[in-house]
């Protein structure tokens, strides 16, 4: 599976956008970038994820460079609720090699605060 | 997305003895994962559980420690045997749902004393 590398914490106000990056320059051409949070004591929780293109959804939208080799996750607006361990992941979808196989890094820690 | 229901939600074990625990999912799925959280430390897979096949361990994960059970598309059960205190981790359960990325359980807290 592709690496990533994220920045150990961010911190953000609360009501501004969260930006938080992800360098994933090993990825192939087959694995999708993934963005998952957890938060303390809960299960991870799926964000978003995108092969190629700029995502959005009701909660957030990932922005992929055009070579893929990193990416971006926006929360538009931060509560307080959004603190929490943000994961960025790259995994193949059903037919490949790594289908499946998340391999969670140490992930961003998202401080919001008042 | 999915419903993962896990079971137990926490327990506390004597060191030697054996703890199943079980998921079950609200839809049918092909593939159903399981991963370890250590205190403090992120999730590892350690292994997928395809129905009607043996599980597949990921490196450092063997059958003995970690028997699967797949017997049907929406259930699973791990279990975590001859327990001591370095089993001591939170266990989850996920399966992939389409678009949906992959849906998480809320995890079993395993004590081991």
């Known amino acids: 599976d592709a690496k990533t590398t994220q920045p150990t914490s961010m911190d953000c106000a609360e009501g501004r956008a969260a930006n938080l990056p992800c360098n994933h320059s090993?990825?192939?051409?087959?694995?999708?970038v993934y963005w998952y949070r957890q938060i303390h004591s809960q299960g991870p929780q799926y964000i978003i994820h995108?092969?190629?293109n700029n995502e959005t959804n009701e909660m957030a939208s990932l922005i992929i460079t055009e070579d893929r080799k990193s990416s971006t996750l926006i929360l538009p607006h931060a509560t307080l609720r959004d603190t929490a361990v943000y994961y960025c992941i790259v995994s193949a979808n059903a037919g490949g090699t790594s289908y499946g196989k998340l391999t969670f890094g140490q992930g961003t820690i998202l401080t919001v605060h008042p | 997305s999915a419903v993962i229901s896990q079971k137990p939600s926490r327990d506390i074990c004597q060191r030697g003895t054996s703890l199943t625990i079980q998921c079950q999912v609200d839809?049918?799925?092909?593939?159903m994962f399981w991963y370890r959280q250590q205190p403090g430390q992120s999730l590892t897979l350690i292994a997928t559980?395809?129905?009607?096949?043996?599980?597949?361990?990921e490196s450092g994960f063997v059958i003995d420690k970690f028997p699967i059970s797949r017997p049907n598309l929406t259930f699973s059960t791990l279990t975590v045997s001859n327990m001591s205190p370095e089993d001591s981790s939170i266990y989850l359960c996920?399966?992939?749902?389409?678009?949906?990325?992959?849906?998480f359980g809320s995890g079993t807290r395993l004590t081991v004393v």
């Open positions: 996920s399966v992939d749902r389409d678009n949906y990325g992959y849906t």
């Open positions: 839809s049918q799925v092909t593939m």
């Open positions: 559980a395809n129905q009607g096949s043996e599980a597949t361990y």
């Open positions: 995108g092969l190629k």
């Open positions: 090993t990825i192939s051409g087959n694995e999708y």
